[in-house]
C-alpha cells in the first residue's frame, strides 16, 4: 500500500524542471547524540528553507534508526524526511519518501539488487514514497566506509564518458533520480565536468553529496547542473555552516529569478 502523497518527487522535480536549486542535510544515525543535541537548540531549522533532511549511513552500528527518524520528526516541522538507506536494515515508517537506491558504479549484485528484494515488501508495507534512484560512487580515488561495505571502487572524476554511460544505463532501466556521492569526508566533491556532463545527457534530478564543505563548492555543483546539494560532515564540523549555505541558497535562487 504506497502513500498518496508524492510531495518529495514534486519537490525535486520542480527543482529540476524550473532550475531553482535545492539543499538537504544528510543526518547519520550513528552521530544521533550531536544531531540531537542540535536540533533541540535550533529549532529555527524548520523556517529555514532547507529542501529535505535525509537519514542514513554506511553503517548502523546502533539500533535507533526509527528512533532517530521520529525524534527528528518532531523538530523540523513540514521538511519532508527521506531514508537515504545503507541497507535493508534503515527503515522508518516515520519518513516521508526512501530513495530506493540501486548503487550502479559498482558491480556488487548485493546493493544493485540483493538488498532491495530484502527490503521491497517492507517498504510497501510502510506506505513510504518511493524514489528509483540511480547511486553512483565518483572521486578521485579515495575509499570510504561507502566504498569498503559496498565493496565496491568508485568511478574516477577523470571518468565524465563512464559515468554518463553509467547514469544512462540506469535510465533506461527506469530510474528516475541520480545521486552521486564523493563518499563522506572526500577531500575533493564530485567534478563540476562530471556534473555537467551528466545533467546534459539526462534529464532527471540530480542530487550531489560528499566532500562539499565550502561555499564555494556549492556554487561550483549548482553552477555545473546539480539541482540538490546534500551536506552532511561539514554540518557536523560547523552547525554554522548549514546557515551560512542556506542563505547563499536563497541569494542564488532569487539571481535566478532576476535573470
Avoid at 159 to 174: D, H, I, P, Q, R
Avoid at 233 to 243: G, V
Amino acid at each position: 500500500m504506497l502513500k498518496k502523497s508524492k510531495k518529495v518527487s514534486k519537490l525535486l522535480k520542480d527543482l529540476h524542471q524550473s532550475k531553482s536549486k535545492g539543499l538537504a542535510w544528510l543526518i547519520d544515525p550513528d552521530k544521533w547524540q550531536g544531531t540531537d543535541h542540535f536540533l533541540k537548540n535550533f529549532s529555527w531549522v524548520q523556517e529555514s528553507g532547507l529542501d529535505l533532511i535525509l537519514i542514513g549511513g554506511s553503517h548502523l552500528e546502533k539500533n535507533n534508526f526509527d528512533k532517530v527518524v521520529s525524534t527528528i520528526r518532531q523538530h523540523t516541522g513540514k521538511i519532508p524526511i527521506v531514508i537515504f538507506p545503507g541497507s535493508q536494515m534503515q527503515l522508518s515508517e516515520a519518513a516521508d519518501a526512501i530513495l530506493f537506491l540501486s548503487l550502479i558504479s559498482g558491480r556488487n549484485p548485493e546493493f544493485l539488487i540483493g538488498q532491495q528484494v530484502a527490503a521491497a515488501p517492507l517498504v510497501n508495507s510502510m506506505g513510504l514514497e518511493v524514489l528509483p534512484t540511480g547511486y553512483l560512487l565518483v572521486n578521485d580515488g579515495e575509499i570510504h566506509s561507502v566504498h569498503a561495505v559496498s565493496q565496491t571502487l568508485p568511478i574516477p572524476n577523470s571518468k565524465s564518458k563512464l559515468v554518463k554511460a553509467t547514469a544512462l544505463a540506469g535510465y533506461f532501466l527506469g530510474m528516475r533520480y541520480f545521486f552521486l556521492d564523493a563518499g563522506s569526508g572526500a577531500q575533493k566533491p564530485v567534478s563540476s565536468q562530471v556534473i555537467e556532463t551528466l545533467s546534459k545527457a539526462i534529464s532527471c534530478p540530480l542530487i550531489i553529496g560528499g566532500g562539499i564543505d565550502s561555499q564555494e563548492k556549492v556554487r561550483e555543483a549548482y553552477e555545473a547542473g546539480a539541482d540538490l546539494v546534500v551536506l552532511g560532515n561539514s554540518i557536523e564540523k560547523d552547525p554554522d555552516f548549514l546557515a551560512e549555505v542556506l542563505n547563499f541558497k536563497a541569494w542564488y535562487n532569487s539571481t535566478l529569478n532576476v535573470n
